[in-house]
């Protein structure tokens, strides 16, 4: 399967189980959104680019983890079982390091398509709240009102495209899996 055939089949993955799917990416967005606040927080009145610059890895590296936990609770979704939150994160680092070596074209598409939507959903209101310079720069002491309204919107992106991603990884994930070994090579 091509990788827009990938993402494809788990958009209709997220259509058929939406609730489920949403739900456990509500959970991680929630639970990623104290280490996303704190991390703002913490440089609030900071001018300097290398501050905000440290601020971008490390909500990088907490929406990693947020992703890699969703796509192992999800991991049973395509095979018709339940998401299963148990050992979700170790489940999910397998699948994700098996979908990058096997069907890196894929997860880029996945990527793509995600932050395409992420974007879509986050940009207008973080520029309209902040300002062009605060969203691409050092926040700068932005009013409370302003911070809320682009936590809030990243929030939301978060919950939408997490399990389009996560989807489309176990599928990239899956279809090596499942198809076998050549011998003699």
Do not use: K
Request: avoid cysteine; proline fraction near 6%; charge should be positive.
């Amino acid at each position: 399967m091509s990788p827009l055939g990938t993402a494809r089949t788990a958009l209709g993955l997220l259509v058929r189980h939406a609730p489920t799917a949403y739900g456990v990416a509500l959970l991680a967005t929630a639970v990623n959104t104290v280490p996303d606040v704190l991390r703002q927080v913490l440089v609030w009145d900071d001018p300097r680019y290398p501050a905000a610059l440290a601020v971008d890895v490390i909500g990088f590296l907490t929406g990693l983890v947020a992703q890699v936990w969703v796509t192992g609770a999800l991991a049973g979704l395509p095979a018709g079982r339940r998401s299963e939150l148990r050992n979700a994160l170790r489940r999910g680092s397998g699948l994700a390091g098996t979908a990058v070596r096997t069907a890196p074209a894929t997860v880029l598409t996945g990527v793509v398509l995600g932050g395409v939507v992420s974007a879509l959903l986050t940009l207008p209101a973080s520029v309209a709240a902040l300002g062009l310079s605060r969203v691409i720069g050092p926040l700068d002491a932005p009013g409370v009102g302003a911070f809320a309204v682009a936590a809030v919107s990243d929030g939301v992106a978060s919950a939408v495209t997490l399990p389009f991603l996560a989807l489309v990884v176990v599928l990239a994930a899956g279809r090596h899996r499942l198809t076998p070994t050549a011998t003699g090579q």
